[in-house]
């Protein structure tokens, strides 16, 4: 599933090519694909003029001068690509043409992505946590927690940080040898001021290498990321530590699979 950084590199890329540009026709290939009613999201939308593209979360925004706005998530396998390729053609979901002459496709074989219209960008994607690309608010967020719950499982609910999925949850712990159980209550204040500087650190890497692909995901302009080069745990398991040369352990935690280093993240709590 594209997180943060997978999302970043197609909202950047999709700023250098749709800017500017006007939907002259919307159409839905799978309506369920759009979120409420898709004649209102086909009316608003044809005519529209994109004046700007913004991420929030994994949520990719796209809005009108006169505020028009909506979204897509892209979930498990949605992507938006300018230019299909030929196996891309039966899981077209959605198709936007510009007014110039150029097309951008919603291709989404698991048929879990989801466009929405909102009656403005401020009412947008409610509930969603804070962006986890700032020192000073992750900070601030992981002082404040009181739960018991486990720290990999906290780092994935999107009511706290919006953005955060499984691989670089996992990367982001490892680097800071926190242990994926360890009770969010119980980091020290060390531990959560190095996952604090960490985290960004380890998104704005990724955000570089244009993301991460394992299976799916590729760019608007049909590039894959490069950061699946640079994993230290993620999709490692039994492979040897690239810090301590311990095997990757692979557990699941509330449903999710996590990939730690048994020596490098001692659980201390
Ligand atoms: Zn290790």
Not at 56 to 69: C, H, M, P, Q, V
Request: net charge positive.
């Amino acid at each position: 599933m594209p997180e943060l950084p997978e999302v970043e590199t197609i909202v950047r890329e999709l700023r250098r090519h749709i800017v500017g540009k006007t939907i002259a026709a919307v159409r839905l290939f799978w309506p369920r694909s759009v979120e409420g009613s898709q004649s209102e999201f086909c009316r608003r939308l044809r005519g529209m003029t994109v004046a700007a593209v913004f991420r929030r979360g994994k949520y990719i925004g796209l809005e009108s001068a006169d505020g028009t706005f909506f979204t897509i998530h892209l979930r498990m396998t949605g992507k938006l690509v300018q230019e299909m390729a030929a196996q891309d053609r039966k899981h077209l979901r959605v198709r936007f043409n510009f007014l110039d002459g150029t097309a951008l496709h919603f291709v989404d074989t698991r048929k879990f992505g989801r466009l929405r219209l909102w009656p403005s960008r401020e009412q947008s994607c409610p509930g969603l946590g804070p962006e986890p690309l700032r020192q000073a608010t992750l900070l601030a967020v992981l002082r404040a927690l009181s739960t018991t719950r486990a720290i990999k499982t906290v780092l994935l609910d999107q009511t706290i940080l919006a953005g955060i999925g499984n691989i670089y949850a996992d990367e982001a712990l490892f680097a800071t040898g926190i242990h994926p159980l360890t009770p969010a209550a119980a980091l020290n204040h060390g531990q959560q001021k190095r996952l604090a500087r960490s985290l960004p650190l380890v998104l704005r890497l990724a955000i570089g290498r244009r993301g991460t692909t394992l299976r799916d995901y590729r760019t608007v302009e049909d590039r894959s990321g490069e950061n699946q080069e640079h994993l230290f745990v993620y999709g490692r398991s039994g492979q040897p530590c690239l810090t301590c040369g311990t095997a990757i352990e692979k557990m699941r935690i509330a449903g999710r699979s996590s990939h730690f280093c048994p020596r490098c993240q001692k659980k201390t709590v």
